[in-house]
């Protein structure tokens, strides 16, 4: 590639290549965080292949020319939220008998439960009731306080996938959720966060050890992404990598050690875990 087109800003990039690739298909970008040896970079995932990102992902990043493959680095959690938001009870096929709510329900998880993919979910010594609950989240690109509905999607910069794990005993007996939702790997997170999406109808599925045990596309949700985002910054300013788990769809069962726990987004990819007892 000639150091010119290396040194581009993606943006312009993505513009130029549009003179050869159909528009839309540019629009949608796969961006990963990764380990390579010593160093935790920024790439673009484009099939096996990792080109490398410099700057900030959320203003102007740029390709550096340089290239690894996907098999030779460790996929990392794409975003290091400072803020991680998710919304309850958003699927009427999760509610059950019950009725929606008027307004989104908000808990917050801590960005010490985030992991990536392949990493161990880990099953605390003490919980016995922990389930696996497969979402779409939403990750901020810019600064957002107090913005409408109609304005919202300005605000999103893409959706990756995520897995809001439960201590569903915890839920029930705790005063809040803090150790039901927030422990340490209770918010796996992956693997790449993709712009471009119609993130409004996306297939979100979830498998425990290969068998299928969720699957509904996001319109269904309750609480589309507008709505949640616009309601959150009423009461809470969102900053560039903060995310927000949208809601888990159907039923979900018990997690044991050893099992392997897969989420899929359509456009995304699969977000897998092992569930490992806590040494």
């Given at each position: 590639?000639?150091?010119?087109?290396?040194?581009?800003?993606?943006?312009?990039?993505?513009?130029?290549?549009?003179?050869?690739?159909p528009a839309r298909a540019q629009q949608i970008v796969k961006y990963v965080r990764y380990a390579e040896g010593n160093s935790i970079r920024l790439g673009m995932l484009s099939g096996d292949?990792?080109?490398?990102?410099?700057?900030?992902?959320?203003?102007?990043?740029?390709?550096?020319?340089?290239?690894?493959?996907?098999?030779?680095?460790?996929?990392?959690?794409?975003?290091?939220?400072?803020?991680?938001?998710?919304?309850?009870?958003?699927?009427?096929?999760?509610?059950?008998?019950?009725?929606?709510?008027?307004?989104?329900?908000?808990?917050?998880?801590?960005?010490?439960?985030?992991?990536?993919?392949?990493?161990?979910?880990?099953?605390?010594?003490?919980?016995?009731?922990?389930?696996?609950?497969?979402?779409?989240?939403?990750?901020?690109?810019?600064?957002?306080?107090?913005?409408?509905?109609?304005?919202?999607?300005?605000?999103?910069?893409?959706?990756?996938v995520g897995n809001d794990v439960s201590e569903r005993d915890w839920q029930r007996s705790d005063l809040q959720w803090f150790r039901a939702k927030a422990s340490d790997t209770f918010g796996?997170?992956?693997?790449?966060?993709?712009?471009?999406?119609?993130?409004?109808?996306?297939?979100?599925?979830?498998?425990?050890?290969?068998?299928?045990?969720?699957?509904?596309?996001?319109?269904?949700?309750?609480?589309?992404?507008?709505?949640?985002?616009?309601?959150?910054?009423?009461?809470?300013?969102?900053?560039?990598?903060?995310?927000?788990?949208?809601?888990?769809?159907?039923?979900?069962?018990?997690?044991?050690?050893?099992?392997?726990?897969?989420?899929?987004?359509?456009?995304?990819?699969?977000?897998?875990?092992?569930?490992?007892?806590?040494?």
């Amino acid at each position: 590639m000639h150091r010119y087109v290396r040194s581009l800003p993606i943006a312009l990039f993505l513009v130029l290549a549009t003179m050869v690739i159909p528009a839309r298909a540019q629009q949608i970008v796969k961006y990963v965080r990764y380990a390579e040896g010593n160093s935790i970079r920024l790439g673009m995932l484009s099939g096996d292949t990792i080109r490398q990102v410099s700057g900030d992902l959320f203003a102007s990043p740029q390709l550096t020319g340089k290239t690894v493959l996907l098999s030779q680095a460790k996929l990392l959690a794409p975003v290091t939220p400072k803020k991680v938001i998710a919304v309850g009870l958003n699927y009427q096929t999760h509610l059950g008998e019950r009725s929606a709510a008027t307004y989104p329900g908000l808990f917050a998880k801590l960005p010490t439960s985030i992991i990536g993919t392949e990493a161990d979910i880990v099953y605390p010594s003490d919980a016995h009731n922990l389930h696996y609950e497969g979402e779409m989240v939403v990750v901020i690109g810019k600064r957002a306080s107090h913005v409408s509905e109609a304005d919202a999607k300005q605000y999103v910069f893409g959706v990756t996938v995520g897995n809001d794990v439960s201590e569903r005993d915890w839920q029930r007996s705790d005063l809040q959720w803090f150790r039901a939702k927030a422990s340490d790997t209770f918010g796996p997170l992956g693997p790449a966060v993709v712009t471009g999406l119609d993130y409004d109808d996306l297939l979100l599925e979830t498998r425990l050890n290969g068998e299928v045990v969720q699957s509904q596309r996001t319109r269904d949700l309750i609480f589309g992404v507008a709505v949640i985002v616009s309601y959150v910054s009423r009461y809470v300013t969102l900053e560039p990598g903060d995310i927000i788990y949208t809601g888990t769809p159907g039923t979900t069962k018990p997690m044991k050690p050893g099992d392997i726990v897969e989420v899929e987004l359509e456009g995304v990819g699969v977000l897998r875990n092992r569930v490992a007892a806590a040494q």
